[in-house]
């Protein structure tokens, strides 16, 4: 029911004798008796709440009159509009959204420090002339389903200097026999302490080279590791009787051993990719090779642009600068010698 149509009927009514008016209502009430008996229930639109919400607020005996909806109904309408109004009008008060860089921020700071609370963050954003409540920061931070804990490079990076990492990568030969090279890496300069090669990799070998690699005391305090199988038990007890705390990663999870990963793709790109093995002792050579130009000679950006045996800066009076090949001519080292 439109507007205009609410208001002819009030002109109507006003009108209207009170005997008419009577016997038109006593019409109307059995034709909607009728319509109520015969029909479905009738679809009403928002202006038709809005009437009787409207018209319970001006007339005390409005209940008498409804016949299309239970009063109840026309109530909870009414409250529906109350809850309606304040948040429509709540929108446009209370406390300012924090702009997106301060909430950029915040998730920020909680990513790279999973051991902070609101409290510890509230206090950095303070410091970097960020005033914001605790509640504030707090309803900005992401939901941690987990209990916070440091990450696997945090955790590595802590402990660079005490941990050596160990890995297998399988060599194929000219005759189509698969070798298998044991790699292990001090992490602290990224020295490769040491390797071997075999065709038939056992947990009894594998152990056999933590004896040869720590041969005195001198053993790391972590030793860090994939699932493999052949890290068995046999080796296992070797490592905890030179007393070695292993450091194993998740299942198929190559990325929490990131740096003898990395060593394993470089000898791949920068030396195997480039020959054809002929059997063990030939891969040995060109390991040894290749472990030689990798200490003394090859720079690394986690070394600041220096070998892991440190090389001299060599200034430009010491001379002219020549080439001295490499692992077959493959790489050179560039070094200055006096005319």
Not at 115 to 138: D, F, M, N, Y
Request: hydrophobic fraction near 40%.
């Amino acid at each position: 029911m439109s507007g205009i149509e609410i208001i002819f009927l009030l002109c109507r009514a006003v009108c209207l004798s009170p005997a008419a008016l009577v016997a038109e209502n006593a019409a109307l009430r059995q034709q909607l008796a009728v319509y109520k008996r015969e029909s479905l229930r009738p679809k009403l639109r928002r202006r038709d709440r809005i009437f009787w919400v409207w018209l319970s607020q001006l007339w005390s005996d409005w209940r008498s009159a409804l016949v299309i909806v239970q009063p109840e109904t026309v109530v909870h309408w009414h409250r529906a509009g109350f809850r309606l109004y304040w948040r429509l009008k709540s929108r446009k008060s209370g406390r300012p959204k924090a702009s997106a860089e301060v909430r950029q921020l915040i998730r920020r700071i909680a990513r790279e420090n999973p051991l902070w609370g609101a409290p510890r963050i509230q206090s950095e954003l303070k410091l970097l002339g960020h005033e914001l409540a605790e509640s504030t920061v707090a309803k900005y931070l992401p939901l941690n389903k987990k209990p916070p804990s440091a990450t696997w490079k945090t955790f590595l990076s802590n402990h660079l200097c005490e941990t050596t990492a160990i890995d297998f990568f399988v060599v194929p030969t000219a005759t189509f026999r698969v070798l298998y090279v044991f790699v292990m890496l001090s992490l602290d300069r990224r020295r490769v302490v040491h390797f071997n090669v075999t065709a038939n990799p056992t947990a009894q070998w594998t152990a056999q080279q933590i004896t040869e690699a720590f041969p005195f005391d001198d053993v790391p305090r972590f030793l860090q590791r994939d699932r493999d199988s052949i890290n068995g038990e046999v080796f296992q007890r070797r490592v905890q009787n030179l007393g070695i705390e292993e450091v194993v990663s998740a299942p198929r999870s190559p990325w929490q051993n990131p740096y003898v990963e990395r060593l394993i793709g470089s000898i791949r790109r920068e030396c195997l990719n480039h020959v054809i093995v002929l059997n063990e002792r030939h891969l040995m050579r060109i390991l040894a090779a290749y472990f030689d130009y990798y200490h003394r000679s090859r720079t690394h950006l986690s070394l600041d642009g220096n070998a892991p045996h440190p090389r001299d800066v060599e200034p430009p009076d010491r001379g002219k600068v020549i080439a001295v090949p490499q692992v077959g001519g493959l790489h050179h080292r560039y070094t200055r010698v006096a005319a």
